[in-house]
């Protein structure tokens, strides 16, 4: 079943000036809630991951939307309707296809495009780059299915900017996209790796342990992954509160 998040405990309590800040998961979140100095606040989502705090004297609100574009669009679509932040910045970590791309870099794309539609979104919060994020409903697996994307135009891949986007651009909010790369385009993701994790990135340890024992060969796959998925997550801390002063 489908994490959606319980926001009926939601308040009219985040600034209007507020730069909302959307993570997928869990371990996204946490060297960015360091890096800003944001603390759990719990009177704005009941049982939710919620940060807030202020960053060059602008006021920040970071939500943990949960992986994918319908959990993220609930989440950033009731956020706008209660309270209607000034900004919005989707961040957190991609898949590479353009084979230059390494992990650890940010990419600031100027396009991203929804698989399910073809419909291309375009940041309206001013200082993106030139590269292309495709948002899909599955993790891209394989070399050559990364290969064949590249050659589609499309640089990286993420499963939440273009429902985060939708809800942004319904309600006239300049949003802006950072992504910071964790598998590169040469690197082959684990079969089924994604299922290790919940939908707030938090490890399911019965199918970690079982997944362990069926396929020993894969754990320095994994072990790899995670060192690129935290790279990542401490590169976009360093990023976004520059993105956050202009």
């Not at 730069?19 to 800003?36: F, Y």
């Not at 990419?107 to 899909?136: C, E, F, M």
């Not at 019965?206 to 994994?222: D, K, N, S, T």
Request: glycine share 8%; charged share 20%.
């Amino acid at each position: 079943m489908a994490f959606i998040p319980d926001l009926a405990y939601f308040h009219n309590s985040m600034p209007h000036t507020a730069t909302l800040i959307t993570t997928a998961v869990t371990s996204e979140a946490g060297p960015l809630i360091k890096a800003l100095g944001l603390r759990r606040d719990r009177s704005l989502v009941r049982r939710r991951m919620v940060y807030t705090g202020q960053y060059a004297d602008h006021p920040i609100v970071l939500a943990v939307t949960g992986m994918g574009r319908d959990q993220s669009r609930h989440v950033v679509d009731v956020l706008m309707r209660r309270c209607g932040p000034q900004r919005v910045l989707i961040s957190g970590t991609a898949g590479a296809t353009c084979p230059k791309l390494n992990t650890g870099d940010v990419i600031i794309p100027d396009r991203v495009i929804d698989v399910d539609n073809d419909h291309v979104w375009q940041p309206t919060w001013p200082a993106s780059t030139q590269y292309t994020l495709r948002t899909g409903g599955a993790v891209i697996e394989s070399v050559d299915d990364k290969a064949g994307l590249y050659a589609e135009h499309i640089d990286a891949v993420d499963m939440e900017t273009a429902g985060v986007a939708d809800i942004c651009e319904h309600y006239q909010t300049p949003w802006l996209c950072a992504r910071a790369i964790c598998d590169t385009a040469s690197m082959t993701m684990p079969p089924g790796s994604a299922k290790l994790v919940d939908r707030r990135g938090r490890p399911r340890l019965v199918g970690a342990v079982g997944y362990v024992l069926f396929h020993p060969g894969r754990v320095g796959e994994l072990m790899r992954l995670g060192a690129a998925a935290k790279c990542a997550a401490e590169a976009l801390a360093r990023v976004v509160p520059p993105l956050l002063e202009g």
